[in-house]
């Protein structure tokens, strides 16, 4: 069993991962970033989807909800008693070409292993609920999640006859802190697992994500994350008065005017910083590979904006990136305010 702060740790990580990625994840979501697969390998045939029955809630012993829930299996290289390999979904769609690529399948068929894939709840097509009312999101968690691959586990290992065949479990950012919570807290269904880029301790007011996109863009330009600083701070500025929010609105292109609502205010300054945080997350190669759209804009696009004096003040500069990154992805108007559902 798990100790009383790794409990805390996974019940806590998925706010504490929105609050850290919100403005990336947002950004991203305009078809780039980690919501791309890689191409797919010349020959290579992509298995097809799924699905299992999975519990909505697995900690309410009388709620008897279920859902589908969407998986991938490469069978290519098995062979009985040979590991299982369980790659787990993160905060995006599945795709059948990660079941074909990568180092996890190269491992694959080294040790003559199973490769299941199988989609996070609330992503992809793998969705519990009818709405994504707050009502619908209280099962939105990384506890559930933790659960539901559990769960996905005990019955696939009798379904498919893998015996006492060892599991091991791989995953990358968030679900990479996945892996390694579910080696933690279920150790007698996973034998081991593999964390890449897990960001496993969960902190409220992750400031060293920042720090690491500043340290990134100052790799190119001495006065880029200073003139961000001074466009930032008008940016601020401009937030607090009607005035203010009225030039906002037209200068970042908002497809509605901004009002002095707490939550649109936070979405709209997560949207024009996430612009910079997607870009450095997904710097030239790791884009590229993954052939998102846009991956000809780098740090040192952005950068070479905010410091062309000949562009117009700092805001200006910072305005001139997002226009950039709404004409990229084709969208005629930058939509942050909230809307009830």
Same mark, same amino acid.
């Given at each position: 069993?798990?100790?009383?702060?790794?409990?805390?740790?996974?019940?806590?990580?998925?706010?504490?991962?929105?609050?850290?990625?919100?403005?990336?994840?947002?950004?991203?979501?305009?078809?780039?970033?980690?919501?791309?697969?890689?191409?797919?390998?010349?020959?290579?045939?992509?298995?097809?989807?799924?699905?299992?029955?999975?519990?909505?809630?697995?900690?309410?012993?009388?709620?008897?909800?279920?859902?589908?829930?969407?998986?991938?299996?490469?069978?290519?290289?098995?062979?009985?008693?040979?590991?299982?390999?369980?790659?787990?979904?993160?905060?995006?769609?599945?795709?059948?070409?990660?079941?074909?690529?990568?180092?996890?399948?190269?491992?694959?068929?080294?040790?003559?292993?199973?490769?299941?894939?199988?989609?996070?709840?609330?992503?992809?097509?793998?969705?519990?609920?009818?709405?994504?009312?707050?009502?619908?999101?209280?099962?939105?968690?990384?506890?559930?999640?933790?659960?539901?691959?559990?769960?996905?586990?005990?019955?696939?290992?009798?379904?498919?006859?893998?015996?006492?065949?060892?599991?091991?479990?791989?995953?990358?950012?968030?679900?990479?802190?996945?892996?390694?919570?579910?080696?933690?807290?279920?150790?007698?269904?996973?034998?081991?697992?593999?964390?890449?880029?897990?960001?496993?301790?969960?902190?409220?007011?992750?400031?060293? &994500? =920042?720090? $690491?996109? /500043?340290?990134? #863009?100052? +790799?190119?330009?001495?006065? !880029?994350? %200073?003139? *961000?600083?001074? @466009?930032?701070?008008?940016?601020?500025?401009?937030?607090?008065?009607?005035?203010?929010?009225?030039?906002?609105?037209?200068?970042?292109?908002?497809?509605?005017?901004?009002?002095?609502?707490?939550?649109?205010?936070?979405?709209?300054?997560?949207?024009?910083?996430?612009?910079?945080?997607?870009?450095?997350?997904?710097?030239?190669?790791?884009?590229?590979?993954?052939?998102?759209?846009?991956?000809?804009?780098?740090?040192?696009?952005?950068?070479?904006?905010?410091?062309?004096?000949?562009?117009?003040?700092?805001?200006?500069? &910072? =305005?001139? $990136?997002? /226009?950039?990154? #709404?004409? +990229?992805?084709?969208?005629? !108007?930058? %939509?942050? *305010?909230?809307? @009830?559902?």
């Amino acid at each position: 069993l798990p100790t009383k702060m790794a409990k805390r740790t996974i019940s806590f990580f998925v706010v504490v991962f929105a609050v850290v990625q919100a403005a990336a994840c947002r950004h991203w979501k305009r078809n780039s970033g980690f919501h791309h697969s890689p191409p797919l390998p010349e020959g290579a045939q992509p298995p097809k989807a799924q699905w299992f029955t999975q519990r909505l809630d697995h900690f309410d012993p009388q709620n008897e909800a279920t859902w589908k829930q969407r998986y991938f299996v490469n069978d290519t290289f098995w062979k009985k008693g040979s590991p299982v390999f369980l790659m787990l979904g993160g905060e995006g769609p599945a795709s059948p070409v990660w079941n074909v690529v990568g180092a996890w399948i190269e491992y694959a068929s080294q040790y003559s292993a199973l490769a299941i894939q199988v989609e996070h709840r609330f992503y992809g097509e793998s969705i519990p609920t009818k709405n994504t009312t707050l009502e619908s999101l209280q099962y939105l968690s990384s506890e559930q999640a933790l659960a539901d691959f559990a769960y996905f586990r005990q019955s696939m290992s009798v379904e498919l006859e893998t015996g006492n065949a060892p599991w091991i479990v791989f995953g990358g950012s968030y679900s990479g802190a996945l892996s390694a919570w579910i080696r933690l807290k279920y150790p007698n269904l996973f034998f081991a697992s593999i964390a890449t880029s897990a960001p496993i301790q969960a902190k409220l007011n992750f400031v060293e &994500y =920042a720090e $690491v996109v /500043s340290n990134s #863009l100052s +790799t190119s330009s001495a006065g !880029c994350v %200073d003139a *961000i600083k001074k @466009a930032t701070t008008a940016f601020e500025t401009l937030l607090k008065t009607e005035t203010g929010r009225q030039g906002l609105t037209k200068q970042f292109q908002l497809c509605a005017p901004l009002n002095d609502d707490a939550n649109d205010i936070a979405t709209f300054a997560e949207s024009a910083a996430g612009n910079f945080f997607g870009v450095v997350q997904y710097n030239k190669d790791n884009r590229a590979f993954e052939g998102g759209v846009g991956g000809n804009i780098t740090i040192d696009t952005l950068c070479g904006i905010m410091t062309n004096s000949s562009a117009g003040d700092e805001l200006a500069r &910072y =305005a001139a $990136v997002n /226009s950039l990154m #709404l004409k +990229t992805y084709e969208q005629k !108007c930058l %939509d942050v *305010i909230g809307r @009830a559902v």
